[in-house]
């Protein structure tokens, strides 16, 4: 009778370890203190000057989304009661030509968001997260298929990256 590759029975062995080990990973990769359970997410605040509108509450959604439910904490309505406040603030809004045609016509727009934002452990009274983060994606100002949402749609994707970009360094400070 032929025997099984050792690969196999190594494989076998680690899952079986594991079980009894109670070996976890997490694939998020977020890491959350054991002392916190809540967390405060006011409404971002806009300081930009842009002609998109709720920019402040996608923002706010993405990271509540972030925070809330890819982790164990729950959202807390006060900034007071919460174990971690994180609060946000955009900055800047830019929307600039990358590329321009012979007719001296944008064919290449990039929208540019930064946002300062703070994560403060309120029961051991520090700042985990204190710094800006930016994001950008382009579009095309001229495609008859995106029109004016164009713009809307890449303002959204330059959140979603900052989303993640703040979620990712919060939560693997620890």
């Known amino acids: 009778m032929r025997q099984p590759p050792s690969?196999?029975?190594?494989?076998?062995?680690?899952i079986f370890s594991c079980s009894l080990t109670a070996c976890w990973y997490s694939f998020s990769g977020a890491s959350i203190p054991a002392h916190l359970n809540t967390v405060?997410?006011?409404?971002?605040?806009?300081?930009?000057?842009?002609?998109?509108?709720?920019?402040?509450e996608e923002l706010t959604n993405l990271l509540i989304d972030r925070f809330v439910r890819q982790t164990r904490l729950s959202l807390e309505t006060?900034?007071?009661s919460s174990d971690a406040?994180?609060?946000?603030?955009?900055?800047?809004?830019?929307?600039?030509p990358t590329s321009v045609s012979g007719q001296?016509?944008?064919?290449?727009?990039?929208?540019?968001?930064?946002v300062f934002v703070t994560y403060r452990d309120q029961v051991n009274?520090?700042?985990v997260l204190n710094r800006a983060f930016s994001g950008f994606e382009e579009y095309d100002p001229l495609d008859p298929q995106t029109g004016l949402t164009g713009?809307?749609?890449?303002?959204s994707a330059a959140l979603e990256k900052i989303a993640d970009d703040v979620f990712t360094a919060a939560t693997s400070n620890w």
Do not use: M
């Open 7 to 14: 690969s196999v029975l190594f494989f076998a062995l680690l």
């Open 40 to 56: 405060s997410i006011p409404l971002v605040d806009d300081n930009s000057t842009n002609t998109l509108t709720n920019l402040d």
């Open 78 to 80: 006060s900034e007071v």
């Open 85 to 96: 406040l994180l609060t946000a603030r955009i900055d800047r809004y830019s929307n600039q």
């Open 104 to 114: 001296e016509q944008a064919t290449l727009n990039r929208v540019t968001i930064s």
């Open 125 to 127: 009274n520090a700042d």
């Open 151 to 155: 713009e809307a749609a890449a303002a």
